[in-house]
């Protein structure tokens, strides 16, 4: 069964990319073991400030 979701976020798009950058940017100079991170759109729980 298809479903058709739209992304229920406060922020538009590029200022979702210009947060993801910095958060992955912190993740990986504080981990640097991790070289790889797979995201979606799934998540619809609270708003939390990385």
């Known amino acids: 069964m298809a479903s ?3 992304c229920s976020s ?3 798009a590029p200022r ?3 947060s993801a950058r910095v958060l992955l940017t912190r993740l990986h ?3 640097p073991e991790i070289v ?3 995201a979606d759109n799934a ?3 609270v708003e939390f400030d990385a």
Do not use: D, E, K, Q
Request: proline share 11%; with cysteine.
């Open 29 to 31: 100079a504080a981990c």
């Open 10 to 12: 406060p922020l538009p």
């Open 36 to 38: 790889l991170v797979r």
């Open 43 to 45: 998540y619809s729980g």
């Open 16 to 18: 979702m990319r210009a």
């Open 4 to 6: 058709s979701s739209t």
